[in-house]
C-alpha cells in the first residue's frame, strides 16, 4: 500500500476524533480502511507461505494449510 494512502487513512481518522467526517469522508475511510487490511492480509500470508518448520533432525517442512483457509 503506498505511504499517500496510510497518510490519507491517519487524517481521516484524526479528522475524526477532532471535527467528525462528512458521509463521503466515512465512505473513503471506509473504503481505505478495507484496502490496507487486504494489504496486511496478503503480505502475512507470503510471509507465511514462505515459512517452514525444523523438526530435531534438522528436516525442513512447509506449513501445512488446515481446512478453513489457515495455516497449520
Request: aromatic share 2%; hydrophobic share 30%; with cysteine.
Amino acid at each position: 500500500m503506498k505511504q499517500e494512502r496510510i497518510d490519507r487513512i491517519n487524517e481521516l481518522a484524526r479528522k475524526a476524533k477532532t471535527v467528525g467526517l462528512t458521509p463521503e469522508e466515512i465512505a473513503e475511510r471506509d473504503v481505505l480502511r478495507r484496502e490496507y487490511i487486504d494489504a496486511v492480509k496478503a503480505s502475512l500470508c507470503g510471509q507465511l507461505d514462505n515459512t517452514y518448520i525444523v523438526d530435531e533432525h534438522g528436516n525442513k517442512r512447509p506449513l501445512k494449510k488446515r481446512s478453513g483457509g489457515r495455516l497449520q
